[in-house]
């Protein structure tokens, strides 16, 4: 069922859309130019997979009959300050890029003030306290300043730009003691059998889901866009094609695994569980992150995405630490004011503590 048409500005119409299957497939995929976690199929993927208690959303831009601009959104909660706050979130679970989409050769602000406006509408229908877009890109957080969104700088995130053809070429950029770390720990895993399985079977997705829940739980996290078991389900029947596990075996225990996206060219590797007993006494998170990357690079990727924490041993081995910029907003105006008090302070703490860390702010290598 389609919300009726918010606006109808000259050319434009805006729609709003319960689910992704209201939009066509082509034109949608064509809007967000086919890439990996935009397209038509991926957005399904997530819709079947998220939380009960997690309601999505898809905007549409059209001029005339074309289809111009897009975003997708959640309806969903954040602890902000330890206090759990409904919001609506315009946020991929697994890859750090916008879910705003903008035609090329169109007025981004005028589409961008149509989706706006659209944010809001949904924001109010569903009493949701604040409207949260991450990573909306340079030129996009300029556009939502504007409208009284707050820029806030989040934790770093950690890439691996890959220059080597082949794993022996990768040790060598590394600093020697590096190269040695990673050699003795691969050694040591093989002399006490450790096992590293890539592959796309998903079987024995109790386990894996069990174990990513034990993580959640050891780390004090809840993701923005919380997901159920059924996301292993549905990675099988929507993008199994894109999908990729990497198991690490002592004997018939299951350590941890890794799983991984990869288009081609970009991979995201986000997406973990560890056997919270076994898998630090066996070193196996570090295992599977040093054979992921021999992987990526035999594969011949370009870019991994490896999230954020732990920035000193991914500094070590050759990744890029990359503030993240999200945009908020709070519908009460006495709210949304303390809120740009706190993000100033919130900001200043984040330079403050990965001070000498980072090198390049995500926002500007997009």
């Known amino acids: 069922m389609k919300d009726p048409v918010l606006e109808n500005c000259a050319d434009f119409a805006v729609t709003i859309h319960e689910h992704i299957s209201e939009i066509p497939s082509d034109e949608w995929d064509t809007l967000v130019s086919n890439t990996m976690f935009h397209t038509h199929t991926w957005i399904a993927f997530m819709e079947y997979s998220v939380r009960e208690d997690v309601t999505p959303y898809y905007v549409t831009v059209r001029r005339g009959v074309h289809l111009v601009g897009g975003v997708v959104c959640y309806v969903t909660s954040k602890r902000i300050y330890k206090v759990p706050i409904k919001c609506i979130a315009c946020a991929y679970p697994f890859s750090y890029e916008s879910t705003l989409f ?17 944010l809001e509408r949904i924001a109010q229908k569903t009493k949701a306290h604040a409207i949260i877009i991450t990573y909306p890109g340079k030129d996009f957080s300029l556009f939502f300043e504007g409208q009284g969104f707050s820029l806030l700088k989040q934790i770093p995130a950690a890439y691996l730009y890959i220059q080597w053809k082949t794993f022996k070429e990768y040790l060598k950029s590394l600093p020697r003691k590096t190269r040695k770390n990673i ?35 050891r780390h004090n996290y809840e993701p923005l866009v919380p997901f159920t078991q059924d996301l292993y389900r549905n990675i099988e029947k929507h993008i199994h094609e894109y999908t990729f596990v990497v198991r690490c075996y002592l004997r018939d225990d299951l350590l941890g695994y890794w799983i991984y996206f990869f288009d081609g060219t970009f991979a995201t590797m986000t997406f973990s569980g560890m056997n919270v ?10 295992n599977i992150c040093y054979d992921a990357i021999r992987e990526m690079i035999d594969r011949g990727c370009k870019k991994v995405l490896f999230g954020a924490s732990t920035y000193r041993v991914k500094r070590r081995i050759g990744c890029t630490i990359e503030i993240t910029m999200s945009s908020i907003k709070f519908m009460n105006p006495f ?22 860390e980072v090198v390049v702010s995500h926002e500007l290598v997009k």
């Open 102 to 118: 903008v035609k090329k050769g169109e007025d981004p602000f005028t589409v961008l003030s149509l989706l706006c406006a659209a």
């Open 183 to 217: 050699r003795h720990t691969l050694n040591q895993g093989k002399r006490e059998g450790l096992v590293l399985e890539h592959s796309q079977d998903f079987s024995g997705l109790d386990h894996l889901f069990s174990l990513y829940m034990e993580n959640l739980e």
């Open 277 to 286: 007993t076994l898998a630090s006494e066996y070193d196996a998170y570090f």
């Open 335 to 356: 709210l949304n004011f303390a809120a740009k008090v706190l993000v100033f302070v919130q900001n200043f703490l984040i330079e403050y503590r990965y001070r000498g």
